[in-house]
């Protein structure tokens, strides 16, 4: 219990030194561009997966670890976003306020579902698999938006896409999250390289085309558990081939 309770201090004090207050040094020290700066917001949000994975004994401490942020951060942000330091500092894609608000209990779930699914009920072996989806959706999800807003130029347009998104961006998505999940399970599950490429090469576009179609920043759950979806019956494949 002791370790569970320093892992939660740890926990949140990256949040609130590398996920809040590096994004907003960036912005106000640096002159950081405001895309940039939530992409900083995203990926460090993201790594985290790697505490909670890490820094706790059991899955269900790791899924209240998960909530206790929920129920500490959203008032605070309730409470700071009408603060002109707020909106001069933190970086919302609307003028519409709460969506970092939305999103922090979006990505809370997502990682609470994949730690029920891939530790809880399918024990520590499979836990892994919670960082590898999540690798994906972060570091592309952040690669289609820099690299389409910056150099985007055939959009794609169609009524089940929201807003205007580009090609760029999609393939630009496709590489970063291959390169992310390939590394992930080559270095952090151990996996060899021959498999993780191969399930990289599959889940990779399995994430772009979920992100492409997905709405309202859901993303932030149907890219992890779509990709996750891809690669536990690859695993299976593998192991019956005996690889």
């Known amino acids: 219990m002791n370790n569970d309770l320093i892992g939660a201090g740890i926990l949140l004090a990256y949040y609130l030194v590398v996920a809040a207050l590096l ?46 942020l929920v129920l500490l951060g959203y008032p605070a942000l309730l409470l700071v976003e009408k603060t002109a330091f707020y909106r001069k500092y933190f970086v919302e894609r609307t003028k519409e306020q709460g969506e970092l608000r939305r999103q922090l209990i979006y990505v809370q779930l997502s ?46 347009l169609h009524r089940y896409i929201e807003k205007a998104k580009t090609f760029e961006g ?12 390939f590394f ?15 399930i990289s090469l599959v889940a990779a576009p399995v994430c772009s085309v979920v992100e492409l179609f997905s709405r309202k920043g859901s993303d932030t759950l149907t890219v992890p558990l779509s990709a996750s979806a891809v690669i536990i019956p690859l695993i299976y494949l593998f192991s019956v081939l005996g690889w």
Do not use: C
Request: glycine share 10%.
């Open 23 to 68: 994004p907003v040094l960036l912005k106000y020290r640096f002159g950081v561009k405001t895309e940039y700066v939530r992409k900083t917001h995203h990926i460090a949000y993201s790594l985290s997966i790697f505490l909670l994975l890490n820094l706790f004994s059991t899955w269900y401490y790791a899924i209240g670890a998960a909530f206790l």
């Open 111 to 156: 990682f609470a579902l994949l730690i029920l699914i891939f530790w809880g009920l399918l024990g520590t072996s499979w836990h892994y698999i919670a960082a590898v989806a999540v690798m994906g959706w972060g570091f592309g999800d952040a690669a289609a938006a820099l690299v389409g807003k910056t150099f985007g130029k055939r959009r794609m």
């Open 170 to 181: 999609t393939i630009a998505m496709v590489i970063a999250a291959g390169l992310a999940t």
């Open 184 to 198: 992930t399970l080559l270095f952090y599950a151990g996996m060899p390289w021959l498999q993780s490429l191969l």
